[in-house]
């Protein structure tokens, strides 16, 4: 029995001490990357994507044994109804759950900014130009014909009413890309 307490005592430590360290982790760690990709060899693409890192505990159980005591009673009934009766105590192993540790997961999500930042070398000088997308959901972007092509999709892009407001963002999103190709 003291044994037992023992060992509950010292998970009991563990615990509190793990949770002390774990405590010193922020809760959200946030880092901005800033993606680079040479799309043709005069432009370069740069975007930058905010990715967003959440700490949190699990418990696994920590399984052990753990010890009980029986107490059995027999008797012979040889004058009567209890009577020539025996006591005998056993001690009984079995496995059971002796404590919880606690194990720092971490979730990371990253979203690209619907920005982009073009840089075009033309061999005397480096401009920037920057197209912000914003106002629409997730793009990407492909390389065709020495042609920069970015296709976004819209927020509301699910909804059937939205179909003349995307129409006119995409006559707005061609105006852009048309001001972005003519200054490549």
Request: proline residues 2%; neutral net charge; glycine residues 6%.
């Amino acid at each position: 029995m003291r044994r037992l307490n023992k060992v509950v005592i010292a998970v009991l430590i563990l615990i509190f001490l793990s949770l002390s360290a774990i405590s010193q982790i922020p809760g959200k760690l946030v880092n901005v990357f800033t993606n680079s990709e040479q799309v043709t060899a005069n432009i370069a693409v740069k975007q930058d994507e905010t990715c967003t890192t959440e700490f949190y505990e699990e418990g696994n159980d920590v399984y052990g044994t753990c010890t009980k005591i029986v107490n059995s009673t027999s008797c012979t009934n040889s004058t009567g109804p209890n009577t020539g009766c025996t006591t005998s105590q056993e001690e009984v192993s079995y496995g059971c759950i002796t404590g919880v540790n606690a194990i720092l997961r971490n979730k990371t999500q990253c979203s690209p900014e619907g920005k982009y930042l073009l840089e075009i070398n033309d061999g005397s000088k480096i401009s920037k130009k920057q197209l912000d997308f914003g106002q629409w959901g997730a793009c990407k972007y492909e390389n065709e014909n020495n042609c920069l092509i970015v296709i976004c999709v819209a927020h509301d892009d699910l909804k059937a009413s939205s179909l003349t407001a995307r129409a006119a963002k995409a006559a707005s999103a061609l105006k852009y890309a048309t001001a972005a190709f003519a200054f490549l």
